[in-house]
């Protein structure tokens, strides 16, 4: 396994320009310009360019989760390398998360930065929507919102042709949770596939690694970590992290374990 991680393609910078142009409040398909209907109000898109262009650019699509977090800027950064020609978008969930906006903001840093044409945003704000409960160390306890989003992102990518959606979910080697999750995936496949329609394949490339892994490999293709957001409380007006909640810690002990610096942290200690 970590003679596969060697093995892995550089990232580099591709010449694709980064657009921004926000249509609001409209579910954009194929042929299709119209407002949201009232059935779909919970789940509505929010694209960054024409959808049109996706039918007409060249190469494979492929649609990357991405919250804006470590995992996800490490997924779509391998997805990119993949191949010159490739075509990737992030899709990201507004899911209503206290750290909502600054994953967001991270999320619209690492697509710039990776010169991704566009970026989908699917508003679903019912699913860590306050009252939701919690477990023990403070993290929310939604058992049904990750199914719901990658159900949303198949959907998505049926819609605009993409062959494949890439879930950067990863459960530092516990077998039992990266079982469960394997299971999951198979069962939502099926699931999408049942009305008959071909859905896009779901991948977990980073499903098997330790988060020590993770880390090796975004340094191999020397991803830019302080563009990757952790941190599950809301950010303060200079936008520090805790350092103490669990997705702080995982972090923190993941750089540790590759013996890699984090800019985050290293940013912190020089103020």
């Known amino acids: 396994e970590g003679e596969a991680l060697r093995q892995k393609p550089t990232a580099s910078a591709p010449s694709t320009p980064y657009k921004s142009r926000s249509i609001t409040n409209l579910a954009v398909y194929p042929n299709r310009r119209s407002p949201i209907d009232s059935a779909e109000e ?4 929010t694209h960054l360019d024409d959808a049109t262009d996706n039918h007409s650019m060249a190469g494979p699509h492929v649609v990357v989760l991405n919250s804006g977090g470590l995992r996800s800027l490490v997924a779509t950064a391998l997805a990119k390398a993949e191949r010159p020609d490739i075509r ?5 969930m507004i899911d209503g998360r206290d750290n909502a906006d600054v994953r967001r903001q991270h999320l619209h840093k690492q697509a710039e930065f990776l010169q991704l044409p566009r970026v989908a945003e699917l508003h679903a ?3 860590y929507g306050p009252g939701l409960a919690r477990s023990a160390d403070g993290t929310l306890n939604a058992q049904l919102a990750m199914p719901q989003m990658l159900l949303a992102a198949q959907d998505y990518a049926r819609c605009h042709q993409a062959e494949r959606v890439i879930w950067p979910a990863s459960y530092n ?4 949770a990266v079982a469960l999750a394997a299971e999951r995936m198979q069962l939502l496949e099926h699931l999408a596939d049942v009305g008959g329609t071909p859905m896009p394949q779901l991948q977990a490339p980073l499903l098997e690694l330790t988060d020590q892994q993770v880390i090796e490999l975004g340094a191999q293709m020397q991803v830019p970590w302080a563009l990757a957001w952790s941190c ?3 950010t303060t007006s200079g936008g520090e992290r805790c350092g103490a909640c669990a997705p702080c810690r995982r972090r923190h002990e993941a750089f540790m374990a590759a013996g890699i610096e984090d800019p985050i942290e290293l940013a912190a200690s020089v103020h």
Do not use: D, E, N, S
Not at 88 to 92: I, S, Y
Not at 173 to 176: A, E, L, W, Y
């Open 88 to 92: 990737v978008t992030p899709v990201h």
């Open 125 to 127: 704000t019912h699913l």
């Open 42 to 45: 919970a789940l509505f898109l």
């Open 173 to 176: 080697g516990r077998h039992q």
């Open 232 to 234: 599950q409380r809301k």
